[in-house]
């Protein structure tokens, strides 16, 4: 029939070289790394991804696996890695950082792990992405990582039951919950979901940047603060990101199978 428009699906001749365009409930669809707008009432230009989502790869997967249930080991066998949390435990506390000036800044530096602060901006990232992109696919990811955060990690952590340094010593079974770093973990798996869904959803660039430094840096920083205060043992901090990036990997497993895939068919969507 002569004057119909393009059918669902079909590449019209206004379409930008380069971007095939299609008629899905309102959106326009293009080749990945292309850069996109999106119709009016979309919530705003689309940008270009700058850096990767930061799935962990599979290789650093079994790494993680390894470095957690080696160091582990050792730990419960009174290996070298437990002399080795001893004598860095011995050269902070002479740093007496915690009745120092220095104190409250480098305290301030562990809540790029804490779960409060990281909370407060995925708040708002998240209610950004829901009011102006209509998606509550962020939300989602976010409580699934929250809920196995607090499972797994609480978990290991009673189960193991460490003490902290100002104890004194390492002991287990303790009633400690020093092992792993919840910190740690958590600024692993948070800003890597953060970063996530800043580059899934094309977020300004320099926005994405931003949660890329606090993916990459912010368990970085946790890590050395804590352990500089004396809160925690060098090993419970690698192994807290060891732990936090198999959660991050099992987030985007379950997200990939389940999460995606159902919110789309909700919204009337085919899976990707």
């Known amino acids: 029939m002569t004057g119909a428009g393009p059918r669902s699906g079909e590449v019209t001749k206004r379409s930008r070289p380069g971007t095939v365009r299609y008629v899905t409930s309102g959106a326009v669809q293009g080749r990945p790394g292309s850069r996109l707008r999106p119709e009016p009432g979309a919530g ?13 790869q599979w ?18 066998g009174r290996g070298i890695l437990e002399r080795m949390d001893l004598r860095v435990s011995e050269i902070v506390s002479d740093w007496e950082l915690k009745e120092s000036a220095a104190y409250r ?11 409060g602060f990281i909370l407060i901006v ?19 990811r976010v409580v699934v990582a929250l809920a196995l955060l607090t ?7 009673y189960g193991a039951g460490r003490t902290a340094p100002a ?23 948070m800003w890597g ?8 959803f094309r977020l300004a660039p320099q926005v994405q940047r931003a949660f890329w430094v606090l993916s990459v840096a912010g368990p970085v920083a946790t890590g050395v603060a804590m352990v500089s205060l004396d809160f925690h043992w060098v090993t419970d901090a690698v192994v807290g990101a060891a732990v936090g990036v ?17 919110l789309g068919a909700r919204a009337g969507r085919p899976p990707a």
Do not use: M
């Not at 995925?122 to 989602?140: E, I, T």
């Not at 970063?195 to 899934?200: L, P, S």
């Open 151 to 157: 499972v797994v990690v609480y978990g290991f952590k």
């Open 167 to 189: 104890y004194p010593g390492s002991f287990f079974h303790r009633d400690g919950a020093s092992y792993p770093s919840g910190h740690v973990a958590n600024a692993v798996l």
């Open 105 to 115: 800044p480098v305290w301030a530096v562990t809540q790029l792990g804490g779960r």
């Open 193 to 200: 979901v953060a970063r996530w869904q800043a580059v899934e």
């Open 59 to 76: 290789w650093l997967l079994i790494l993680a696996l390894l470095v957690t249930v080696g160091v582990t080991v050792d730990l419960l």
């Open 246 to 262: 198999l959660l991050l990997g099992v987030v985007h497993a379950l997200d990939a199978l389940v999460l995606s895939r159902w």
């Open 44 to 56: 705003g230009a689309l940008h270009e991804r700058v850096v990767t989502t930061g799935r962990p």
């Open 122 to 140: 995925l708040a708002v990232l998240v209610g950004w992405l829901a009011w102006r992109r209509r998606s509550l696919l962020p939300l989602v």
